[in-house]
């Protein structure tokens, strides 16, 4: 059955008239049970609780109002409401959140902040430290260009956990501080925000290339790590760039060469690396980025690229390593044109750092090739004016054979047996020492040469001087280092039959034996067998690096058995053994063949290496194929002497702490417990 509302609320009237306050609220309750959208009724009685005292049913009336006009757009008539509902209960959460809503969308913050804090000091006071936070949170969302409001709101988060929302927040305080051209507070809430996230790569790299761009590398470098960056060759670049900038060349440079590894289209970007240490003053480091190209041009046997990446360097800065790498690069690809050149510099930059023996010696070699170029002899005196040398005349250099003796058919000439000394019987005896062959009278051309007294003291018979007599000393003249000038030709007549005239042999007292005697120096056919030697070890080399330069392109080709035998070949050489070893160990390893791996990789360990870089990779790939073929006492000692030569070295030090751990557990008899 229907109320009758009139009647109702006089009923309610009448009843409020006679002091009878839970008549009249009860009438009133009939009828907002009856017309629940009767919101006059409702209102009053709100009112009603509110003089009997109850304000928890008085502000639930208030509310009910509030939030049907909030949600209907009257936010004015809505405000009014809740804040009567504030009046009776001032701690009221919703009311107060609702309030601070009404307020940002009529777009009066500070009014809105005003009621966040209030509702977040009356949660914090009862000991709701999470509703206290979530305030902080909201604060920080009211106001797009209020930085800090978001600082303090993402750090509140971040101490409830909530980490995404701390990440949020903090890169929106960042994009507000850099609209604010606050640079410095934007770059420490992306990296407050990138220490959070470690997982998002995008953002640590993001930071990382903003803290190296302002100087800050030791913090860019905890956030990007070679781990993190794995095998993506533009983070790894990132890595390396940091490395360096912060004077840690031999993990950047490790880490360069990991990029051109995985990325050879990297290489302008060293260079330009290169190019950037070099105009902010770290010449060692920009070195060290451009060998990095050239280890991998001559690993490919390019040496063209090779030359042209150290002439592009040298163009910007005259460094006395680069340029003795070019020289090394222009012998070994036989390039004599840039050699001249590359030594001439060489020579003037070891003047200026004061090396002057050295660049004596190149200059003398340049000399010696060209005798008639001015420049060379002036750099010849700076050596001899630095190393405090009289110049007595610097002359044309003399050759270092005699051109006038046909040595080319030697290796047919048969081994002759040396003439036994002769005994004398005093120093009397010993003949005059003959006069510079300058202060000799001239030789009468019809004067017939008497050797009888070269006869042996034994025999009445003249003494053979045919080539089997005796030996030829030509130790002097091949030592080619003050050759004393001989006859001209034509200036001593031949004997009367016509016949070569042949001089006859030095006979001088033997000498007693003794320790400490270097002995007479070496004889013709040493010197010309260190020569064939040394022209053979040439030849050597050169095909070594032609097969090696094949086993490249079959490993490009996916022929990888053609490939490892090429490099077998080329393993035997001393010049490619280390990069050769270490390719075929590389390679075994990869086939699945870890025994054969180790065998190489050892063998590449044990050759001369081109960089220490180098050898602290073999060493590390060694120590990590052996691990893995379950030789871990030994992978421990390989990884222990590469932490001693190498310091912190990729993830050397977990490496040797894991194997120590499982050296540890496992007992004396191999049974593990």
Known sequence: MAIDRELALKTAERLLRQGKLDGAIGQYVRLVEEQPRDWNSINALGDLYARAGNADSAVAQYVRIADYLFDEGFLPKAAALYKKALKVQSDHDHTLLRLSDIATKQGLLADSKLYLRQLAQQRRARGDERGAVECLVRLAGIDDEDADAKMSGARAAQGIGDTAQAVVLLEDAAAVFERQRRSGDALDALAEAAALAPDDLALRTRVARALVQAGQVERAHELLTVEAAGDDPDL????????????????????????????????????????????????????????????????????????????????????????????????????????????????????????????????????????????????????????????????????????????????????????????????????????PLDDRPPVDEEEVFDLSSFASPESDDPPDYSSDAFEIDLSDTVAGLHPTPGPQSGSTPGPPDGSQAVAPPRIEAAPEPSLDDP??????????????????????????????????????????????????????????????????????????????????????????SPSPDETFSVLYDLADALDRAGESARALAVFIELEADAGSYRDVSDRIESLTRAGASTPANGERG
């Open 236 to 435: 790894l670049m990132l890595v390396g760039r940091m490395d360096l900038r912060a004077g840690r060349r031999t993990e950047g440079i490790s880490t360069l060469m990991r990029v051109l590894a995985i990325a050879p289209e990297q290489q302008e970007t060293i260079a330009q690396l290169a190019q950037e240490l070099l105009a902010s003053g770290q010449v060692d480091d920009a070195f060290a980025c451009v060998e990095v190209i050239v280890d991998a041009a001559l690993f490919e046997a390019a040496f063209g690229r090779a030359a042209d990446a150290l002439d592009t360097f040298l163009e910007r800065q005259r460094f006395v390593p680069a340029l003795t790498k070019l020289v090394e690069v222009c012998v070994d690809a036989g390039f004599d044109d840039r050699l001249t050149r590359a030594q001439a510099d060489l020579a003037e930059a070891y003047l200026d750092e004061g090396q002057a023996a050295e660049a004596r010696v190149i200059a003398e070699d340049l000399l010696q090739r060209a005798p008639h170029v001015e420049a060379y002899r002036q750099c010849l005196r700076r050596a001899f004016d630095q190393l405090g040398i009289a110049d007595t005349g610097i002359g044309e250099p003399e050759p270092l054979f005699d051109d006038s003796i046909d040595l080319t058919n030697l290796e047919s000439v048969d081994e002759v047996e040396p003439m036994e000394p002769i005994a004398l019987e005093s120093d009397d005896a010993l003949p005059a020492a003959p006069a």
């Open 519 to 608: 002995g007479p120096p070496p004889e013709l056919d040493t010197v010309f067998e260190r020569m064939r030697t040394k022209a053979a070890g040439a030849e050597q080399t050169t095909q070594a690096a032609a097969l090696f330069e094949r086993a490249q392109e079959h490993l490009r080709r996916g022929l990888s058995a053609e490939a490892a035998t090429d490099l077998q070949a080329a393993a035997r050489v001393p010049q490619l053994r280390f990069k050769a070893a270490a390719q075929l160990g590389r390679l075994s390893i990869s086939r699945g063949d870890l025994r054969g791996g180790v065998e190489w990789l050892e063998r590449a360990a044990e050759a001369p």
